[in-house]
């Protein structure tokens, strides 16, 4: 049974930093890619970051460029999104998911997904 799980979510000043952890179980990094993404209230779900483990390739959305860092422990099966200097407009659930390496990075697309880590960024 395929499972993410996310943690680290939580309320943080702006300028200040979070880090986002996905615990994924049933599947292979090999096979498949990791991504993160959030959504704010009334808004759609975007896709933030993601990698291919396989091959360290990444994957950041021009909002989040320069301020978001997304690694991989293979050994640990899981993925971070250390995430700095925030800013109020990154308040959203996180929710990270997982397709096979090859699908197009985009809601729509993944084929597993976690429930979501809440993060909040006060002014």
């Known amino acids: 049974e395929v499972q993410l799980v996310e943690s680290g979510g939580g309320l943080a000043q702006a300028g200040g930093s979070l880090r986002l952890s996905c615990a994924a179980s049933?599947?292979?990094?090999?096979?498949?890619?990791i991504g993160w993404f959030r959504q704010a209230p009334g808004k759609e779900r975007e896709g933030v970051s993601c990698?291919?483990?396989?091959?360290?390739?990444?994957y950041y959305a021009d909002s989040v460029k320069g301020r978001f860092t997304i690694s991989s422990d293979n050994a640990k099966n899981t993925v971070y999104l250390q995430m700095n200097s925030l800013k109020p407009e990154d308040t959203a659930v996180y929710y990270c998911?997982?397709?096979?390496?090859?699908?197009?990075?985009?809601?729509?697309?993944?084929?597993?997904w976690g429930k979501g880590t809440l993060v909040t960024v006060s002014s």
């Open positions: 049933g599947f292979s990094f090999d096979d498949y890619f």
């Open positions: 990698i291919i483990s396989s091959d360290g390739s990444t």
């Open positions: 998911a997982a397709s096979k390496v090859g699908t197009y990075f985009a809601a729509a697309f993944m084929a597993y």
